[in-house]
């Protein structure tokens, strides 16, 4: 949008930043620069904050880690929250950080398109319905999980089942008794294949490309927290190699159960490429136990799916059709920042993914700044929001500093 665009809608300018998404990244970045007097107006494009987690993921779900990792810049969590606190627990905690932190995001804010105009070096954030905003600083906080990657198999539509991704997923307790396939062997594909098994469902999970599955404990103690304290102290290759040890002395081969392992470790892996491994939370005892069917493809093969049938579908291993009840997809999530955000082609690439890596992934060009796309999860995105604020602010005290009058200059010499 051009200026003239701009003056025509009438644009309203904004003090300080305007922050796009009202998840835990945009909450913990309006917190970090409300805590440092820089004001700033949250943008939504639900009704509710922590949308996302409310509603696109499951019933069973609790953090994968531990909660001194995942708490948000200012405000740890107190003791009546368990070690891995549930969904719902979660997001009382999202809801009360807001409330202390006194932030009050604009829910039904959906921003259509958002530009840098460098004739009056400010950005132009166009709202769903003609609003238009101006303000010196963007930031960007609605994350990697934005929206349902949900990828087209052949014959889908004759499917005479009924096939979700997991972002509509709540329970398995409708699939009981049924023959379930589950697309993905991420955390979230092995969560809901453990959730099917517990309401009676027959789940089959097909595994294309090679996963690393870590305990999410190794005696009694985080096996991410383990990981980082030895990382202050020890190559990360050496790490891997003592985790994959000790997995191996927990868990067995997973190979052995079609669970095949990356050639890179789990840490040196999740920092070049953002991948996470998987912690088990009891999967495998029930593929161990048969109760989990594991569908290994050739990680060769494009396409776990080849094509989907009116009774089932038929897998790229090449055999023949199987005969399902149900499909899901669990087969994650991506940007949507490439369908509004005009100018930010120095931080993100097309596909809406940061191209600098953790740390450095937080600031872009003219005042345009990023929280949550470090790949780094929770922890990941309080680092941003700290470093986002601390910036922004630096600039807000330059700006509002009172310039000194020359007369008052000129007398006192």
Known sequence: MDKEQAEGRRATWVPGAVIVGAGPSGLAAAACLKARGVPATVLERSDSLAFTWRHRMYDRLALHLPKRFCELPLLPFSDKYPTYPSKKQFLFYMEEYAAKAGITPRFGASVEEAAFDASVGAWIVRLAGGEVLMAKWLVVATGENAE???????????????????????????FAGKKVLVVGCGNSGMEVSLDLCRYGAKPSMVVRNTVHVLPREMLRLSTFGIAMALLKWFPVQLVDRLLLAAAHLVLGDTGQLGLRRPKTGPIELKNLTGKTPVLDVGTLDHIKSGKIKIVSIDHQ???????????????????????????????????????????????????????????????????????GFSQRGLLGASSDALSVAIDIHCQWRERERPTKNVFQVNNSV
């Not at 349902?148 to 409708?174: L, N, W």
């Not at 930010?344 to 872009?364: H, I, L, M, Q, S």
Request: with cysteine; net charge positive.
């Open 301 to 371: 093969v494009v396409g776990a799916v080849k094509e989907v049938t009116r009774r089932g579908a038929r897998l790229a291993d090449g055999k023949e059709e199987q005969q399902f009840d149900a499909i899901i997809l669990a087969t994650g999530y991506r940007s949507n920042v490439p369908s509004w955000l005009k100018d930010g082609g120095d931080v993100f690439t097309r596909e809406g993914t940061p191209k600098a890596r953790f740390p450095n992934c937080w600031k872009g060009r003219n005042g345009l700044y990023t929280v």
């Open 148 to 174: 349902p990657h949900i990828p087209e198999f052949p014959g889908m539509s004759q499917f005479g089942g009924r096939v979700m991704h997991t972002c509509d997923y709540k329970s398995g307790e409708e």
